[in-house]
């Protein structure tokens, strides 16, 4: 595909259920970001990664949240143990490089509802 | 830290007419990126401009301009001859480099409504 794509676009998960959220960056693409955006607020930073390396994972919010991208293609953020307050979007985005000349292409999201 | 404030939770603005959406910033760094980014119900967030901040310039993309006030930390966002389409949340966003790469640091958005 052109864009960034996002899977399962809709998730709800009991409270204490594990899940798995999927990223697929655009063909090429070196960098991959995962946000957290909670309802009517911005998208605040989880992790970083430039190919299979996660360079920084100061953003996600506790030891229950996990990323990979081992082949430095897709990843999967992978969260442990749901709780209500894990309810968010979680937007994933790709760029072809790092630096300021290598604008973010965003997925729609994955909307996860903790019930 | 950086950090990026959108003072207005909520506007709206009549079609054909113009709007003009607030942000301000705090950094210490000298060299970074500016974006405003319009996030529809689709959810995507979608780059609507940016602006370098060692160029003195405002970026203008069609009907989009800032007015980007570097000194004050200040880049706002107008709109002009706005269309039903423009409806949506806006968010302004800080771009800094660090030694990982780079992240997007997001204010709180503006949610913009556009009426017949």
């Known amino acids: 595909g052109a864009g960034v794509s996002q899977s399962p676009r809709y998730k709800v998960a009991k409270r204490g259920q594990d899940v798995a959220l999927r990223c697929d960056p655009i063909?090429?693409?070196?960098?991959l970001f995962w946000y957290q955006q909670a309802l009517g607020q911005g998208p605040e930073f989880l992790t970083y990664?430039?190919?299979?390396?996660?360079?920084?994972k100061s953003g996600l919010p506790s030891d229950r949240f996990f990323a990979e991208r081992p082949e430095g293609s897709v990843s999967t953020l992978k969260i442990q143990r749901t709780q209500q307050e894990d309810s968010a979007v979680y937007l994933c985005?790709?760029?072809?490089?790092?630096?300021?000349?290598?604008?973010?292409?965003f997925g729609n999201g994955t909307r996860l509802t903790v019930t | 830290a950086q950090t990026v404030t959108q003072s207005q939770p909520e506007m709206s603005v009549q079609e054909a007419e113009t709007v003009t959406l607030s942000c301000t910033y705090d950094t210490s760094e000298n060299n970074y990126y500016l974006f405003w980014y319009k996030q529809p119900p689709s959810r995507q967030m979608i780059l609507v401009i940016r602006?370098?901040?060692?160029?003195?310039q405002n970026a203008t993309e069609n009907r989009f301009s800032v007015n980007f006030q570097k000194a004050a930390k200040s880049f706002s966002l107008k709109i002009s001859d706005s269309q039903l389409g423009d409806t949506a949340m806006y968010f302004c966003a800080f771009m800094t480099t660090y030694q990982a790469g780079t992240a997007l640091i997001f204010g709180k958005g503006t949610t913009l409504s556009v009426s017949s």
């Open positions: 602006q370098e901040a060692y160029k003195q």
């Open positions: 990664f430039q190919n299979e390396a996660q360079l920084d």
């Open positions: 985005a790709s760029s072809s490089g790092q630096g300021y000349n290598s604008p973010l292409h």
């Open positions: 063909s090429g693409h070196v960098s």
